[in-house]
Structure formats: structure tokens, C-alpha cells
């Protein structure tokens, strides 16, 4: 079965600065999700990564996927108290329902 | 657009009682899962429904009981509830099966209490 392992387990950054937070998978990544979490709150989508040397971004929120090293990094420039939260990368298995396996999860702490 | 909707969103029940969570989902989207959140095991799949009237098993099934006798609603259901069944369950629901731009959409949760 297919295990993802992010690093670190957790974060405490100051604001304003950038963070990375890397996803690795003991198996080929046909897909990878990334999520944030607030405590008691459900996942919220942030993007999907499907290729190799895929690069997205959203807001100061940049995530890559390297295929070959089967990894994804998340990268949050300039880090501000509403990035706080825990992000969980999903791995999309290699069949056609869609089913993902999740990391332990990062949790970010911001300090104004 | 209510999107994807879990009740209860708390519940405390006793050891042996059968609970019930609902999952509603408003996008007519054809698969659905259910998801457990425990700390130090992360969110592992419990069952998944790739249509109406088709489940099946996923990582951690044991205990738990799936219907899915119309598209938009996926109830779980815990027969003879444990205290190992405390967790927080997420519902999701996603439109293809394909990984192919597959956006998986969750609920917010609901939290459960096994006394």
C-alpha cells in the first residue's frame, strides 16, 4: 500500500517569512492533493498536482511535483496568522476511483 | 450552493449503541467517501461508493456499515458502536473517478464519542 510521509511534523515560522513543507510517497504519485485544516473544521482544497515538474500556485501558495523523486513540496512566501493551520497532502492511487491516502499532516503555527 | 453536508456534527453515544452519521451532497457527484481523522493515524478511508448502490471496502472497514440507495446521500452507520470508534469522520464526494482534474470536495465533519 502506498504510504506518504510529510516533514517537518510541525512548524512555528515568525510572519512574513517562507516555509516549505514536503510530501513523500513510497510509491509512483498519479496525483497529489493538498488540503488545509483548521482545528474543527473540515479539509479545504487548495490544488492538484498530476505531472511531473507540475508547478501550481494560488495566492503566496506554490506546490511542485517532483515524479521522479516521487515528492511534493508545498512553499508559502511571506507567511502570514491566516496560513495557520494543518496542511495534509492525499495521494491519488493508480485506479480509477479516486481514493486517497493521506499524510500524517504538517502543522503550521504563525506568530504574528 | 450548500455543497457537502455532515450531521450530526457531535455526538456522544455508549459503548453497544448503534449511530448513524449522514453525509448529503447537493452536486450529484458520483463517488462519495468516508474518512476517519485520529491522531497519530492521520485520515485513513473507511468505505467508498462509486454510484448509487455501489460500495466498497476501503482501509479500515470493520465495525462499519455503508448504504448508498440514492446519489446525493451516503449514511454511515456504526452497528454496535466501541470506544475505538471515537474519531472525527469526514464525508467527500468527487465528481469522475478519474484522477484526471479530479477536485475531491469534504464535509466539515462530524465528531463522535464512544463512552
Known amino acids: 500500500s502506498q504510504e506518504l510521509e510529510q516533514s517537518p511534523q510541525s512548524l512555528i515560522v515568525q510572519e512574513g517569512k517562507n516555509l516549505t513543507i514536503n510530501c513523500t510517497s513510497s510509491?509512483?504519485?498519479?496525483?497529489l492533493y493538498w488540503y488545509k485544516q483548521k482545528y474543527g473544521e473540515g479539509l479545504i482544497f487548495l490544488m492538484m498536482?498530476?505531472?511531473?515538474?507540475e508547478e501550481k500556485s494560488h495566492e503566496k501558495i506554490t506546490a511542485k511535483l517532483d515524479e521522479k523523486k516521487q515528492q511534493s513540496s508545498l512553499h508559502i512566501t511571506a507567511s502570514q496568522p491566516s496560513h495557520a493551520g494543518i496542511y495534509l497532502c492525499?495521494?491519488?492511487?493508480?485506479?480509477?476511483?479516486?481514493?486517497?491516502?493521506f499524510g500524517q499532516g504538517t502543522i503550521l503555527t504563525v506568530h504574528p | 450552493d450548500a455543497g457537502i453536508t455532515q450531521s450530526p456534527r457531535y455526538k456522544i453515544t455508549e459503548t453497544g449503541r448503534q449511530v448513524t452519521l449522514m453525509c448529503h451532497q447537493t452536486?450529484?457527484?458520483?463517488?462519495m467517501f468516508w474518512y476517519r481523522q485520529d491522531l497519530g493515524h492521520g485520515l485513513r478511508l473507511i468505505y467508498y461508493?462509486?454510484?448509487?448502490?455501489?460500495?466498497d471496502k476501503g482501509e479500515v472497514p470493520d465495525g462499519y456499515v455503508v448504504s448508498r440507495s440514492k446519489t446525493e446521500n451516503f449514511p454511515l452507520t456504526l452497528e454496535s458502536a466501541t470506544r475505538s470508534q471515537t474519531s472525527v469522520y469526514f464525508c467527500?464526494?468527487?465528481?469522475?473517478?478519474?484522477?484526471?482534474?479530479?477536485?475531491?470536495?469534504f464535509g466539515e465533519g462530524s465528531w463522535l464519542t464512544v463512552v
Open positions: 498536482l498530476q505531472k511531473g515538474g
Open positions: 461508493s462509486a454510484a448509487a448502490d455501489i460500495t
Open positions: 467527500a464526494s468527487s465528481s469522475q473517478g478519474s484522477v484526471s482534474g479530479n477536485t475531491i470536495y
Open positions: 510509491k509512483t504519485l498519479y496525483g
Open positions: 452536486w450529484s457527484h458520483s463517488y
Open positions: 492525499g495521494a491519488a492511487g493508480g485506479t480509477s476511483y479516486g481514493k486517497l491516502t
